[in-house]
């Protein structure tokens, strides 16, 4: 647990977050503008997307410590070779890699890792340790990325994180996990293909992945945009910057106080109150958020739920359809959150670049409702068949 922890720090610090300290760098160096050089970490999210069903099924199959290892000496790669980047197309193709390693070591094969280890007494809370230690990325990587680049160039800086990152993670990965994990629970022999088929048939099924798809594409026009908003509202940068970067540290605290809610409630039932609190935040912004209180009330209640959705997802795919087509089920359903987390903020520019940012935020609100209402009809037909109440 302690080593998933520290290797999924490092890598969403290395593999994700560390690129926005790159981006500005990088288009003196590759004579390029901001948008191409974005449009890198766009590829990189949609493999990941795409990788994400394949990944699943070997992680089912072998367990969490081949798929996790490759992952790492894949990303430390990448990430060395991102450093001698030339060219556009040399950018895109090292982030097709970066992408394609994220798939294998990121959240979603670390939650496969700790669904199968712990049984469903551990599970949660293991989660939550997780996420929580994980959550920190951004605030210990961002910054210590700017060091490395005023110190060594933004090239150096990358040869310095790859190393810390293959350092850390391979051995980690290689030696920690183990080949095939199983939770404290009776190994038995099951169709896996027969489940997962099954699963997909269900409405249910695809009421979670309808819930969570709208949920992370609302979630990242939030994480892209919020600054611009602010400033367009009338605030100074800094000021938006600050108020956003609020929504790391709230998505640690709103995970605590969900993982407290839920031993009261049904995990759905709560999820989505969650959801509908977001688009309550949302949809205030715009008549809100002019002022300095009105900014910082709508943020604090949209990042509270900014989390939830990482904790929540596993924990109702576990406890519905059990551990053993966990990676499969949990891929097919990032597959078309992790697009909806790269088209959104997309969708969100050019939407605000023709009529403003109040549509965005109306969209956005309109999705956290119905992300809601999926979970909650998901609750329903859980239990009209006897399904897990939590």
């Known amino acids: 647990m302690g080593a998933l922890a520290v290797t999924q720090t490092i890598g969403y610090g290395v593999l994700y977050y560390a690129f926005s300290v790159f981006l500005t ?72 890699a970066i992408g394609l390693a994220s798939a294998m070591v990121l959240y979603e094969p670390a939650f496969a890792v ?46 310095v994180l790859a190393l810390v990152y293959g350092i850390a993670a391979v051995p980690l990965h290689g030696l920690v996990l183990r080949r095939r994990v199983r939770a404290h629970e009776v190994p038995r022999q099951v169709d896996q293909a027969g489940v997962v088929r099954a699963a997909r048939r269900e409405p249910s099924f695809w009421l979670l992945a309808t819930a969570f798809t709208a949920n992370s594409g609302v979630v990242a026009v939030i994480a892209v945009h919020l600054v611009a908003y602010l400033v367009r ?38 999820t989505a109150g969650v959801f509908v609190l977001q688009g309550v935040a949302v949809v205030s912004l715009p008549l809100l958020g002019g002022s300095v209180t009105g900014a910082v009330g709508c943020v604090l209640l949209f990042g509270l739920g900014f989390g939830v959705g990482t904790i929540a997802r596993p924990a109702l795919l576990a406890d519905r359809y059990g551990t053993e087509v966990y990676a499969t089920l949990a891929g097919n359903v990032a597959l078309p959150a992790t ?24 969209a956005s609100a309109v999705c956290c409702l119905l992300a809601g209402a999926f979970l909650v009809a998901y609750q329903r037909g859980a239990h009209k068949v006897g399904g897990p109440s939590n």
């Open 25 to 96: 760098p990088m288009q003196h160096d590759l004579h390029a503008g901001g948008t191409e050089i974005a449009a890198a970490l766009t590829i990189a999210v949609l493999v990941t997307a795409l990788a994400a069903p394949w990944v699943g099924r070997r992680l089912d199959r072998h367990g969490g410590r081949g798929v996790m290892t490759t992952g790492s000496v894949l990303g430390t790669l990448a990430v060395l070779a991102w450093s001698r980047a030339e060219t556009l197309p040399q950018l895109y193709a090292v982030f097709v």
């Open 114 to 159: 700790v669904v199968a280890w712990f049984g469903s007494r551990r599970r949660d809370t293991a989660l939550l340790a997780l996420t929580i230690v994980a959550g920190f990325a951004s605030s210990i990587f961002l910054p210590l990325t700017g060091l490395l680049v005023e110190r060594y160039g933004w090239r150096g800086a990358l040869v």
């Open 233 to 270: 509202l009338g605030h100074a940068p800094a000021f938006a910057a600050t108020v956003a970067g609020l929504l790391g540290v709230l998505s640690v605290t709103g995970r605590l106080i969900t993982s407290a809610l839920r031993r009261r409630g049904p995990t759905a039932l709560i």
């Open 339 to 362: 697009v909806a987390k790269a088209a959104a903020p997309l969708g969100a520019a050019a939407i605000a670049t023709k009529a403003g940012y109040t549509p965005v935020m109306i």
